[in-house]
């Protein structure tokens, strides 16, 4: 098994971490979450976050130097813009480090601050502007989540295309 092999395994591997996650978490658990009302809702995604945010933030890490290093030694750097197989692969490059701006830069402070003033009104009622400060953070989050879900199926795809191109 070649250096290569390796990264690839590893890069597949926390690559399909990554989707997965997003995957179940914003269509399927996230929806579900918010039906349910903010007193499950808040404490069941302030119990993930700060387990999902560094591990995520890891595997970003891992999949963009696995990626990095695969595409550079598995082909010249030349044929990146000179082939389809290095279009596709900077296509996936650019949509993975998006996801990584809108996810660590944008979702994560609004996250942080959600949970911050959650926990500053767990016990009482929020009081009306902290019920806007909370719709507003929520519906930002959300609207982010599923920016960052296309992101990481865009860059995802390209991933597999790129085998195939």
């Keep these: 098994m070649t250096t290569s092999d390796i990264l690839r395994i590893v890069h597949i591997i926390f690559g399909i971490y990554l989707a997965g996650s997003y995957l179940f978490i914003v269509p399927i658990l996230e929806p579900r979450?918010?039906?349910?009302?903010a007193a499950i809702h808040g404490p069941v995604m302030s119990a993930l976050m700060p387990i999902l945010t560094p591990i995520n933030g890891a595997s970003f890490v891992i999949v963009v130097g696995t990626g990095v290093?695969?595409?550079l030694s598995s082909r010249a750097f030349n044929s990146l813009f000179a082939t389809a197989w290095g279009w596709t692969i900077i296509v996936g490059l650019v949509a993975t480090l998006a996801a990584i701006v809108v996810g660590f830069g944008l979702l994560t402070p609004r996250g942080i601050r959600m949970d911050k003033l959650g926990r500053s009104v767990r016990g009482r009622a929020p009081t009306p502007q902290e019920g806007?400060?909370?719709q507003e953070l929520s519906a930002q989050v959300e609207t982010l989540s599923r920016v960052n879900l296309v992101l990481v199926v865009i860059a995802l795809g390209t991933m597999v295309a790129a085998r195939y191109v």
């Design 33 to 37: 979450l918010r039906r349910l009302g």
């Design 69 to 71: 290093a695969l595409a």
């Design 132 to 134: 806007r400060q909370l």
